[in-house]
């Protein structure tokens, strides 16, 4: 069975341009290596792979830098932004994945999608950074709708940590996330700082840049992925269950470290989990999801205190240790 990070990887290629060759699939190892596309950060890097490339070039690129058009220019400054689903649903074929849904992400704020399995949280995320276009209704991001004209330079404004993390096991950890900045020729200098900043804010130690994916712990691997959403300074942060593979230990110190990093960095964050005691724990509103409808949007306390129906009383108290905080 396909590797589902794998499986999605492959598709958002195909979404930016990834074509066929002679009327086939071009080979994994040939989208590897020419059309790389970056999981865990805005999309589309071309990415020639070093064998041992252990610490970022000091030198200046051999390759002519060529300029990006303004409007796909990375943000240098990110300013908290306001995501809207207007009127949206998303089917496939007779199979209706989310129902019409008015939805606002309010900026500079941690919103937690949470439902049962199928309920549309993800199909929500892919919706937002473009990998499925609604059936009916519109995405906005601050001003502007998604639309084909607009999704390159809008997706280059998001972080994206999809789940399993997409980690490329072939590229160490420092290439993973210099992945894309290299494609936009970023100077060493700023990589080396950016890297560095990052490095501190999630506590992952320079040591485990120059190792492998399979030589880190899971823990470590979340903290490159989410390393790699943060390189270029997105305006909006997307995690889809990111820690949802970590045993409970992990997962609760790594939920204590991203609350701060949300609260230190003051970005819009949309934030997948199955967990409710992680959604109380970091969102500042969750939006509770069934079978591809919000059935309640609010804070925790709201959500425990004025359920809208009995499946929001009868969701919290499966979950047990919730029901008496």
């Known amino acids: 069975m396909k590797n589902p990070a794998q499986v999605l990887l492959f598709r958002l290629l195909q979404r930016v341009g990834g074509k066929r060759r002679h009327g086939r699939p071009m080979k994994a190892a040939q989208q590897f290596r020419q059309r790389m596309v970056l999981p865990g950060g805005p999309l589309l890097a071309a990415h020639h792979a070093h064998s041992d490339s252990r610490a970022v070039p000091s030198g200046p690129s051999k390759v002519r830098n060529h300029a990006l058009p303004n409007d796909i220019q990375p943000s240098m400054s990110p300013k908290p932004s306001a995501i809207e689903l207007v009127g949206v649903t998303k089917c496939f074929g007779s199979l209706v994945a989310l129902e019409r849904t008015d939805l606002v992400f309010q900026a500079g704020k941690t919103t937690i999608l949470i439902g049962p399995s199928g309920c549309g949280k993800s199909t929500i995320l892919r919706l937002i950074v473009g990998l499925l276009q609604p059936t009916a209704g519109l995405v906005r991001f601050e001003d502007r709708v998604l639309s084909p004209e607009t999704i390159l330079s809008l997706r280059r404004r998001m972080g994206y940590v999809i789940q399993e993390g ?65 390189m270029l300074r997105p305006d909006v942060l997307l995690l889809d269950e990111p820690l949802a593979a970590l045993d409970p230990m992990v997962r609760a110190n790594l939920q204590v470290e991203l609350k701060a990093i949300f609260q230190q960095i003051g970005q819009t964050v949309i934030f997948v989990t199955h967990d409710l005691a992680e959604a109380a724990w970091l969102g500042d509103q969750i939006v509770l999801l069934r079978q591809g409808r919000v059935v309640q949007s609010g804070t925790f306390a709201a959500l425990r205190e004025q359920p809208a129906s009995s499946f929001v009383s009868e969701f919290i108290n499966a979950q047990r240790k919730l029901a008496l905080v």
């Open 166 to 230: 997409g980690l490329f096991p072939h590229l160490t950890a420092r290439q993973n996330i210099l992945l894309l900045a290299e494609h936009l020729r970023q100077s060493p200098e700023e990589m080396r700082a950016r890297l560095g900043e990052l490095c501190e804010l999630t506590r992952l130690t320079p040591a485990s840049l120059s190792r492998y994916p399979l030589e880190l712990s899971g823990g470590q691997r979340q903290r490159v992925c989410l390393i790699r959403a943060l």
